[in-house]
Nanobody, 120 residues
Framework: QVQLVESGGGLVQTGGSLRLSCAAS????????MAWLRQAPGKEREFVSA????????YYTDSVKGRFTISRDNAKNTVYLQMNSLKPEDTAVYYC?????????????WGQGTQVTVSS
């Protein structure tokens, strides 16, 4: 069992930055590829970024490439999402999740989410 707790969300102006963190409980964190997804009001949840178990491989949805960076620290059981040059369309609840396998769209565990609001 893995429990995920996100933090770092908040209100920021267009062009600003935020860093989200997702802390995992348990000793199996490094066994999972990790992902960030988001859900804007009235929209379906969408994939944002993922990172392999070792952190050596990452991928992003096109809309955040060059602006967001995913990373992880397996010693701290934490995955991060650095978000720069934020836009109003980035406003959403952001979730971290443990992928069943790297690149999969199936997830074993979810966090509760953290709200990110970007004002124009």
């Amino acid at each position: 069992q893995v429990q995920l707790v996100e933090s770092g969300g908040g209100l920021v102006q267009t062009g600003g930055s935020l860093r989200l963190s997702c802390a995992a409980s348990g000793r199996t964190f490094s066994r999972y590829a990790m992902a960030w997804l988001r859900q804007a009001p009235g929209k379906e949840r969408e994939f944002v970024s993922a990172i392999s178990r070792s952190g050596g491989s990452t991928y992003y949805t096109d809309s955040v490439k060059g602006r967001f960076t995913i990373s992880r620290d397996n010693a701290k059981n934490t995955v991060y999402l650095q978000m720069n040059s934020l836009k109003p369309e980035d406003t959403a609840v952001y979730y971290c999740a443990a992928q069943l396998s790297y690149g999969s769209n199936e997830y074993a565990y979810w966090g509760q989410g953290t709200q990110v609001t970007v004002s124009s």
